[in-house]
């Protein structure tokens, strides 16, 4: 089936610093993508919604100015968590739709950051 | 805006048994789903529940929406060492899903 994968798997990372986040669709197009977190041992939450080609979504209570996401392709998302401090360590999920009607979703891997 | 609710929270199973954990909406849904996350995973989809009143099955797991089309459960036989992990449902609304809390189910054997 569809794969969609997210790179790193894992980074850690000093206060401060930038980090960026790749979600790959990787046999297939996806003109939306979707990000999450999750915090341990608690649900996803969404953060954006990611569109192809123009500005991304945010949900309510997320800085879209903190969160950039760009979604220069079709198969490609980037997260990018700037100035990250130690309470955005958290695991950050992105998924894309599984079919045209876009209901349901593959998940990546996911990505655990960790700020020190 | 849209809230998914799921209990409980936490179910201790033994191998062998049967059990069910259930999802409820503050608002209609157009459709529910169900993902599993094994530890240290990513959310795995299962199936997608459309219609009032649907009811699936997927080998032990039966799955049903109800016909408000408001709440669902997901009921397990026979449980396995296999089936640990956490399930989540997640109501799809505005085109984008809500995930409940999830079950997370341990298994002693």
């Known amino acids: 089936g569809a794969v969609v994968s997210q790179h790193p798997s894992w980074v850690i990372c000093k206060s401060g610093t930038s980090v960026k986040i790749e979600c790959r669709s990787l046999?297939?197009?996806?003109?939306?993508m979707f990000w999450y977190r999750q915090f341990p041992k608690q649900s996803l939450m969404l953060m954006a919604t990611?569109?192809?080609?123009?500005?991304?979504?945010?949900e309510q209570g997320v800085e879209k100015d903190k969160f950039l996401i760009n979604h220069a392709s079709l198969t490609l998302s980037t997260l990018t968590v700037t100035s990250a401090h130690p309470e955005d360590s958290s695991f950050y999920i992105c998924?894309?739709?599984?079919?045209?009607?876009?209901?349901?979703?593959?998940f990546g891997p996911g990505t655990r950051l960790l700020v020190l | 805006g849209q809230q998914v609710m799921q209990i409980p929270q936490y179910q201790h199973v033994q191998e062998g048994e049967d059990f069910t954990t259930y999802c409820n909406s503050s608002?209609?849904?157009?459709?529910i789903q169900w993902y599993k996350q094994r530890p240290g995973g990513h959310p795995v989809f299962l199936i997608q529940?459309?219609?009032?009143?649907e009811v699936k099955k997927q080998k032990r797991l039966t799955f049903q929406f109800g016909e408000a089309k408001k709440n669902s459960s997901l009921h397990i036989t026979a449980t396995q060492t296999t089936d640990v992990g956490t399930y989540f449902c997640a109501g799809f609304d505005d085109y984008k899903l809500s995930f409940g809390a999830g079950t997370t189910v341990t298994v002693r054997a």
């Open positions: 529940l459309v219609k009032s009143g």
């Open positions: 046999d297939f197009q996806a003109t939306t």
């Open positions: 990611s569109n192809e080609g123009s500005k991304a979504t945010y």
């Open positions: 608002t209609t849904l157009s459709n």
């Open positions: 998924s894309a739709p599984q079919d045209s009607r876009e209901e349901t979703q593959y």
